[in-house]
């Protein structure tokens, strides 16, 4: 059974850091695209950054460029968000999620679809507070 967990949310001041973790479990993700997507309240899902399988290609909205990095660790099947300089809008809740295919995604229309994941986790909390 594919399983993906995030962790690392909280509660953080403005102007702070987080780390977000997604532990993938169930099959191997080393050869796919994946991604981070956020929603908040009353807000539809959308896409915050994306990464491809051999990390050659990494995509990002454009009000987090800059200040959220994405990385994966094929080896611990691992996806990474490490979020610096928190603003009060980035609050949400934040799914990891996975493309089901190896098809190599070229555009970041490609990246940044919710079409294109299979496999999404649970969310983890971000709260940014003034």
């Known amino acids: 059974q594919v399983q993906l967990v995030e962790s690392g949310g909280g509660v953080v001041q403005t102007g702070g850091s987080l780390r977000l973790s997604c532990a993938a479990s169930g099959r191997t993700f080393s050869s796919v695209t994946m991604g981070w997507f956020r929603q908040a309240p009353g807000k539809e899902r959308e896409f915050v950054a994306a990464i491809s399988w051999r990390s050659a290609n990494t995509f990002y909205r454009d009000s987090v460029k800059g200040r959220f990095t994405i990385s994966r660790d094929n080896a611990e099947n691992t996806l990474y968000l490490q979020m610096n300089s928190l603003k009060l809008e980035d609050t949400a809740v934040y799914y990891c999620?996975?493309?089901?295919?190896?098809?190599?995604?070229?555009?970041?229309?490609?990246?940044?679809?919710?079409?294109?994941?299979?496999?999404w986790g649970q969310g983890t909390q971000v709260t940014v507070s003034s």
């Open positions: 999620a996975a493309d089901g295919t190896s098809k190599y995604r070229q555009t970041y229309y490609a990246y940044s679809s919710v079409a294109t994941y299979d496999y």
